[in-house]
């Protein structure tokens, strides 16, 4: 049994969504809250403490971190903000020579609901051109496992909701722990983007024909259809799903780590090739400035059937 988690820490794990939850709910704005600024922290000086901001939790106990997205007011939806302290943790967690493994999962009723569409795919025109897409230059979520010196395992710990951005984090981690009856969805299809990388990253690791229809037709899949073409590696029972990712991870830990480590480090290798042919292809078409996506994202926002697409 999981041991329990300081007072400063503790949260209902998953849970299931409410009737009247919308998949893909609105999450406008930027935080507003007052956001400390990320602090620089020894290493050292980590074990049993929450050391991050509020955005970000981090957490070591028995060699093994957890990094909590906390703004589950917005689903965990993906801002610059939150992006930028997801980076941080993950520096973190690559340099705490406390920590061997790391579980990634969200605070909440959903792992994430992705980027967050207010913020990030409704930028002006002006904005896109100058960061190259949707999301500030200095908020990559793409680098949150390719930014590291000591290649240690990352485990997704994921429930509720994974969609579009936060599919695609959970998929880039090492190993996939999911709670029963999670739902997976490629929200690039219905709203006017490439889901070229997603299919990607479902194929690299043996998503087949399962990989394809949901990157062609957006359509939600669950934790148990992945699981039965090895997407994701155990489906845990309700409310078990981050005991059972950091049972994972404490397994992992007690092998030595530099053999471990070799081992991500090639995995993440080959499939860093495999994303970057993909990105560049779809940077290369610009689909975030055409008018379909601009219509798209504001349907969703708005709450409304978007209009005739016009293919441009």
């Not at 909590?68 to 801002?79: E, G, I, S, V």
């Not at 959903?110 to 002006?126: I, M, N, T």
Request: charged share 25%; aromatic share 6%.
């Amino acid at each position: 049994m999981q041991p329990a988690a300081p007072k400063s820490q503790q949260y209902a794990p998953g849970g299931k969504p409410p009737e009247d939850f919308e998949p893909g709910i609105r999450t406008a704005g930027l935080h507003l809250a007052s956001t400390p600024v990320p602090r620089t922290i020894p290493p050292g000086d980590t074990k049993g403490k929450q050391t991050m901001t509020a955005l970000v939790e981090y957490e070591v106990r028995d060699r093994v971190a957890t990094i909590t997205l906390n703004r589950p007011d917005k689903l965990n939806a993906f801002n610059d903000d939150l992006t930028r302290e997801a980076l941080a943790a993950m520096h973190r967690f690559d340099l705490d020579p406390e920590a061997d493994v790391a579980v990634l999962t969200g605070r909440g009723r959903a792992f994430s609901s992705g980027a967050d569409v207010q913020q990030r795919q409704l930028r002006p025109r002006e904005e896109m051109e100058k960061h190259g897409g949707p999301q500030a230059r200095d908020a990559n979520s793409q680098n949150l496992l390719i930014d590291c010196v000591n290649w240690k395992p990352v485990i997704a710990a994921v429930h509720g909701y994974v969609l579009g951005l936060a599919l695609g984090v959970a998929l880039e981690c090492d190993l996939i722990v999911a709670e029963e009856g999670t739902r997976f969805q490629v929200t690039e299809a219905p709203r006017g983007l490439s889901g070229a990388k997603y299919w990607a990253l479902l194929n690299f690791r043996g998503g087949g024909s399962l990989a394809v229809q949901v990157s062609l037709t957006g359509r939600f899949f669950t934790a148990e259809e992945a699981k039965a073409v090895n997407i994701i590696d155990e489906v845990a029972p309700k409310g078990e799903y981050l005991a059972a990712a950091q049972a994972l991870g404490a397994r992992i830990a007690k092998n030595p780590p530099l053999g471990v480590r070799h081992t991500v480090q090639l995995r993440r290798w080959e499939l860093k090739k495999v994303q970057q042919e993909a990105v560049r292809q779809v940077s290369s078409a610009k689909l975030h400035l055409t008018e379909d996506f601009r219509e798209s994202a504001r349907a969703f926002v708005e709450k409304r059937p978007a209009g005739a697409f016009k293919g441009r």
